[in-house]
């Protein structure tokens, strides 16, 4: 009671848009340690925009990411992956 599980990777009223086009609208996902999660829906839905933001190959137009509470800020895959947020993609 009263004890706040903070998730290890979360999207917090992220939106991202291509010029006038808004693709994420206000997502908040949260990942917690252990867990296996799916993204799953039509092309098109955003599931690889979502994906993108949260390993560091692409940056929210508005939003956070936060890793273990924190607000995290990506300047590549890499640097992601360096943190320990690593993303494993369908196609190479």
């Known amino acids: 009671m009263g004890d706040t599980v903070t998730a290890a990777l979360a999207l917090k009223d992220v939106r991202k848009s291509f ?9 908040d996902f ?23 933001i949260l390993g560091g190959f692409l940056a929210p137009t508005s939003g956070q990411v936060l890793l273990d509470g924190k ?12 943190v320990g947020v690593v993303v494993i993609h369908q196609e190479f």
């Open 19 to 27: 010029g006038p086009i808004e693709i994420l609208h206000g997502i």
């Open 71 to 82: 607000p995290a800020t990506y300047a590549s895959g890499s640097a992601a992956e360096a």
């Open 30 to 52: 949260d990942l917690d340690e252990g867990e296996v999660h799916a993204l799953i829906g039509e092309n098109g839905a955003g599931k690889s925009t979502i994906m993108r």
